[in-house]
């Protein structure tokens, strides 16, 4: 067999060319930079989502929420009912008391399921204190389930503790370790 030959031509000067690459590179532009387009005129901010333990923790918590809102309202209209068929058996300063407690307690319950709800929603913006503060209202919320001694008490404190050990998880201390601006809250359901 023989070779092909090539006729000889004038030799390159200097090294090949680079075709207006500002790398250098007559090869293209370096791994992770894009080749298309003009750079954009604006800074490109990455913003990363919160890792799936952080998206977790604030689910369960808005889940657990909305059901103690639920749960409240059911508190409340079944006080209602029995309040009316027992009344009768009361004095009036009793049923006075009876019906401040009942108001008090509900605007209690649902103060501090919509600051659960804030503070959820600040975690998921990646603001450390609000981890730390839905963090500390997890610990109080599993304190009070386990003074109730009752069954729904189980599956609060259940609720609550995984809240707590979702934020404490490595990838959620590394994601709010980042340095970043804080992030938008969720737009929709997580994945979209």
């Not at 799936?52 to 918590?61: C, D, K, N």
């Amino acid at each position: 067999m023989h070779e092909p030959t090539t006729p000889p031509g004038p030799p390159m000067p200097g090294p090949p060319p680079t075709y207006g690459n500002p790398y250098g590179s007559p090869y293209g532009t370096p791994y992770g930079t894009p080749s298309w387009g003009p750079p954009a005129p604006w800074p490109v901010v990455t913003r990363s989502r919160p890792p799936g333990t952080v998206q977790a923790a604030v689910i369960v918590t808005w889940v657990c929420a909305g059901l103690s809102v639920l749960m409240t309202g059911f508190g409340l209209l079944a006080a209602l009912f029995v309040g009316t068929l027992l009344f009768a058996s009361f004095g009036g300063s009793d049923m006075a008391e009876m019906a401040v407690w009942f108001v008090v307690s509900t605007v209690v319950s649902l103060a501090a399921t919509g600051l659960v709800c804030w503070f959820a929603w600040k975690t998921w913006q990646r603001s450390g204190w609000a981890r730390y503060a839905l963090g500390g209202m997890s610990l109080l919320v599993m304190v009070l389930a386990v003074l109730s001694f009752s069954l729904p008490g189980i599956a609060v404190f259940a609720c609550a503790a995984s809240v707590l050990l979702l934020l404490a998880m490595p990838s959620s201390t590394a994601w709010f370790r980042q340095a970043g601006p804080e992030l938008p809250g969720p737009a929709g359901p997580p994945g979209s």
